[in-house]
């Protein structure tokens, strides 16, 4: 049985990570590396063991968590099928479950919010992971003056917090936003088929999603 120690600890995977996040930078994209992926995939599973699903389920969202990004070897575009792809054959020449295999798979192939749908409970908790992920660690250019509107708005973000409510009915995108930096329409702008997609991906797992922006509830 694949656990998330022997996934994390795998060479190829994390070369795989490595080298997605080289094309992400040269393509002048937002940081992709162990250090988002670890974020999205500890979130996914927290997330799921807070809300009473089977210690394992939480495990494959972790490890879904760590592989999403993954397709973006080949390209950017499209990277969540191809990204699915690969992890199909990584996991089965690793001797994955097919059952477990498929939720995977399934959850990867649905994270990007051109073509996502929470089809499952671990697509859900990877889409609400990876969609909240906005922090101005995440971005490489230094320059301020040279900065597109995607760094602009990461920069901005001095705190971000996702909190599951004490009742467990709801989940909440807490941020600190710079508006010196960039306005809060701007992250409208950009992100708010991110925003859509997590509110979808809540309900998958039962939950209201709510965006609080500088102390104002937004959706």
């Known amino acids: 049985m694949i656990t998330k120690e022997s996934i994390k600890n795998d060479e190829s995977i994390r ?14 994209f937002t940081e992709h590396n162990v250090a988002h992926v670890t974020k999205v995939a500890d979130f996914a599973e927290k997330l799921l063991l807070a809300l009473g699903y ?15 990004d993954i397709g973006n070897i080949v390209n950017r575009h499209d990277h969540a099928q191809s990204g699915a792809v690969m992890a199909f054959r990584i996991l089965d020449k690793l001797g994955c479950d097919p059952e ?36 101005r660690s995440r971005v490489r250019n230094q320059e301020p ?17 996702t909190i599951l409510s004490e009742d467990k009915k709801s989940v909440t995108l807490d941020l600190s936003i710079d508006s010196e930096i960039s306005p809060v329409l701007t992250y409208f702008e950009i992100f708010m088929d991110r925003m859509l997609l997590c509110r979808k991906a809540a309900e998958r797992l039962n939950l209201d999603f709510h965006l609080c922006i500088n102390g104002q509830n937004i959706l």
Request: aromatic share 8%; with cysteine.
């Open 15 to 28: 070369t795989y990570i490595r080298k997605a996040d080289e094309s992400m930078a040269a393509l002048g």
């Open 100 to 135: 477990e295999l498929s939720t995977i798979v399934s959850a990867i192939g649905n994270h990007d919010e051109k073509t996502a749908f929470p089809v499952n409970e671990v697509a859900a908790a990877i889409i609400l992971g990876d969609k909240t992920d906005v922090r």
């Open 54 to 68: 089977p210690a394992r389920s939480a495990e494959l969202a972790w490890i879904a968590g760590y592989m999403h």
């Open 145 to 161: 003056s040279t900065f597109d509107i995607h760094d602009r708005v990461n920069f901005a973000v001095s705190q971000s917090c």
